[in-house]
């Protein structure tokens, strides 16, 4: 077994394993604040919520630690698509969430491949970690500057390499990050 087929495995068993019990503390933090409407110690419902929020964040990790491990088993179906129509969607689907963010989307018709990039205006990084930004769990930034798991560049990472692409990235501290990926041509098969 490969290093990546147990990485799998492990990210698998052990995102199966934490579903109870995490599913128990949702249930009796719930159980808790029932019992609690009533009373007016402030700080059992500030632990309440806390045990509460933190369960709901544990709950978005194993889920993202599940799909990326299905990313490395589910069989891979290639078809061509129109590109400009699925940016469009993500586009029109994501445009709450990117409000007042410059977003950038280029893409390169290149010899091979289509070079793709996505760039955004937001808290960057220190290129010094860039090695890191794209692997499992690898946050450069706490989750009050910064949204996510830790999993979703991994998983990006992951997806555009069994397409036969490649992955990096660039930025800077305070000014924004660029995502680049390409994808061959010829959908990753031999000519």
Not at 19 to 39: I, N, S, T, W
Not at 107 to 134: H, P, W
Request: proline share 2%; net charge neutral; aromatic share 8%.
């Amino acid at each position: 077994m490969n290093a990546m087929k147990e990485v799998d495995a492990f990210s698998y068993s052990v995102s199966h394993d934490l579903q109870a019990p995490l599913r128990h503390m949702k249930g009796f933090v719930e159980l808790m604040k029932k019992r609690l409407v009533d009373l007016p110690d402030e700080k059992l419902h500030f632990y309440a919520n806390a045990i509460a929020a933190a369960s709901i964040k544990m709950q978005l990790l194993i889920d993202d630690l599940l799909a990326f491990s299905r990313m490395g088993h589910t069989e891979l179906v290639k078809s061509r698509i129109k590109a400009d129509t699925m940016v469009r969607e993500v586009v029109l689907e994501m445009q709450d969430e990117v409000k007042g963010r410059e977003i950038k989307i280029g893409c390169k018709d290149e010899k091979d491949n289509f070079t793709c990039s996505i760039a955004d205006n937001g808290v960057g990084f220190d290129m010094k970690y860039v090695d890191r930004i794209l692997g499992v769990f690898q946050r450069l930034h706490t989750q009050e500057e910064l949204e996510g798991t830790g999993v979703g560049l991994a998983n990006v990472r992951r997806i555009i390499s069994r397409h036969g692409g490649k992955t990096w990235a660039g930025g800077s501290v305070g000014q924004g990050a660029t995502f680049y990926f390409t994808i061959p041509k010829n959908g990753g098969r031999e000519v």
